[in-house]
């Protein structure tokens, strides 16, 4: 099973075409500067993570977001609030 926080990296991962491997992504890394992405690799991303989930984000909350630990814990609290199971398949 994976956590939310390995669940995420992949997410990232893929946004980025793979150009940053799961392994080295780092919660500090900033999503504009550390990733290269833009507001719509940004949005793109939110909507992967809604997917990967099964939650709603709000787009103004996560425009806010600047590191990847500020999205792994902004998941992690909507996963909270809407009692998700912290691990995937552990339902």
Known sequence: MQTIEQ?????ISR???CRIQQAHIKP???????LNLD????????MK???EFVISL????FAELKTVEHVIDHIVNVCT???ISRKAGAA
Request: net charge negative; aromatic share 0%; with cysteine.
């Open 81 to 83: 609030v809407n009692n």
């Open 7 to 11: 669940r995420v990296l992949k997410v």
């Open 39 to 46: 507001s719509l690799d940004c949005t793109c991303l939110m």
């Open 15 to 17: 946004e980025t075409d």
């Open 49 to 51: 993570l809604e997917e």
């Open 28 to 34: 500090e890394h900033e999503l504009l500067h550390d």
């Open 58 to 61: 709000v787009s103004n909350k």
